[in-house]
């Protein structure tokens, strides 16, 4: 059996920055990615927006993959297994994890002291989200739609229509039509998009691509093909309201409808019913002590810079867990996501000094608030937020000042 000390799952900008990040603190790691080259999700996202916290420049993603794979191949402690694929994690002797893997010489067993999943998401599709109507061609999650375009070359429809509007939906909007399709329009069933603001202004507005919120796809309708929808307004239930049903003529319909974390192969560990990530502690630790989770995979995050800044901390963290240095006897604290809230991560720290930084999303957009933490009475921080929206990651720090029990973060 293959050993190390900490084994990456998951090639993408998660796997790359924790995979440099464990080697830099001392371990030897195994990055092992089923794809033929490194960089993820990345390397399909042609257009500009990443690097701008990270590099404090402007990036395509293939550029940005491009720089952190220089980064790991410089790594003389990091061994890349490229074309293998992850079939199994499991839990090994003392603590460590054994994970069977599939790659050019066949099943391998790695046994490492520490083991990161770093796989991403995947999309949800039309059987997730119970779209109503006939299944024809046609029909494509946009994730689909961007490797066709963008690498595969192959245009997929001339008249579109694109439910969601979440950053991905936003940037195919704006890719089909400089490719020569007419977007009809982005339906989004929720009161405000899911994407970001910049990607609504330069995917949408720039493009006069209408955006309809409250609205969503009635029915699909085509034999063979699409041939169009029905979409109208929806109640505060997000039931059709039938008096606005309309028909929209299209032959493509590209959906947008959010991501799922890759959690199958992951073993029985405590989940958040929120991200359908895992529950993990301040060190990206899950229930599991040997087993880390950061990306993606953990929780859906809006700007790839936060992804690599997650996964160096949980690279960092999990070579500590291999040359036991992590401490792990504190007294847990709980961090509780008040009212207003979607969810907040970590929601387990460990009692005694120091600063935090936990992540958030919000439920609504909110303006002009703060943001405060509490532990009963006493109040560990406190963050002045101008104009938060859903489709923004928000960060806050705060001292652990003496907290003990649980934490409640709360708007004001
Ligand atoms: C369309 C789109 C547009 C975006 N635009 C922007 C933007 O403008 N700016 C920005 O900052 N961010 C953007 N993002 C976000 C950013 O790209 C992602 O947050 C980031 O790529 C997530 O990194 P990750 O490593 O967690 O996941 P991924 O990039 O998905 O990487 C996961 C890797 O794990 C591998 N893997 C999965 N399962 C297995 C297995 N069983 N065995 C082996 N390997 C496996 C996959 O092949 C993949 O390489 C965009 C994302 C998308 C999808």
Request: contains cysteine; aromatic residues 6%; neutral net charge.
């Amino acid at each position: 059996m293959t050993k190390t000390d900490v084994l990456v799952l998951g090639g993408g900008p998660a796997g790359m920055s924790c995979a440099i990040s464990a080697s830099r603190n001392g371990s030897h790691v195994i990055l092992v990615e089923r794809d033929a080259v490194l960089g993820g999700i990345l390397n399909q996202c042609i257009h500009n927006g990443f690097g701008l916290h990270y590099f404090k420049e402007e990036l395509t993603g293939p550029e940005f993959a491009h720089r952190f794979r220089k980064m790991v191949e410089a790594e003389k402690n990091i061994e890349i297994r490229l074309n293998t694929l992850v079939t199994k994690i499991d839990e090994g002797k003392n603590s460590t994890g054994i994970v069977e893997v599939l790659g050019a010489n066949g099943f391998e067993q790695i046994q490492a002291k520490s083991v990161v999943m770093c796989m991403g998401c995947r999309e949800r599709t039309a059987g997730n989200i119970n779209l109503c109507g006939t299944r024809p061609m046609g029909v494509l999650t946009a994730g689909t739609v961007q490797k066709m375009v963008n690498i595969d070359g192959k245009m997929v429809g001339k008249d579109v229509v694109i439910l969601g509007s979440g950053d991905i939906g936003l940037i195919m909007a704006r890719r089909l039509t400089l490719e020569g399709a007419k977007v009809h329009a982005v339906l989004e069933i929720n009161s405000t998009s899911g994407g970001l603001r910049r990607n609504i202004m330069q995917c949408l507005e720039d493009f006069d691509i209408p955006l309809y919120l409250n609205t969503t796809i009635f029915e699909v309708v085509g034999k063979e093909h699409v041939e169009g929808v029905y979409y109208g307004k929806v109640d505060e239930k997000f039931q059709p309201i039938e008096s606005t049903r309309k028909f929209l003529k299209c032959d493509t319909v590209v959906l947008s409808v959010g991501l799922i974390p890759e959690m199958e192969l992951s073993p029985e560990v405590e989940k958040s019913r929120v991200t359908n990530g895992a529950v993990v502690n301040e060190f990206y630790q899950t229930q599991k002590p040997w087993l880390f989770s950061c990306g993606n995979i953990l929780h859906i995050h809006d700007l790839v810079d936060n992804v690599a800044l997650e996964a160096e901390q949980a690279g960092k963290y999990a070579s500590d867990f291999a040359h036991k240095k992590l401490p792990s006897t504190a007294e847990k604290i709980y961090i509780k996501a008040g009212s207003g809230f979607s969810y907040v991560l970590p929601s387990i720290i460990y009692e005694g000094a120091g600063q935090v930084e936990v992540k958030f999303r919000l439920k609504e957009k909110v303006v002009k608030k703060t943001i405060v933490a509490k532990c009963g009475a006493n109040i560990l921080g406190k963050k002045y937020v101008l104009a938060g929206i859903p489709g923004e990651m928000m960060k806050f720090s705060f001292e652990k000042n003496g907290a003990k029990g649980e934490i409640e973060l709360q708007i004001e």
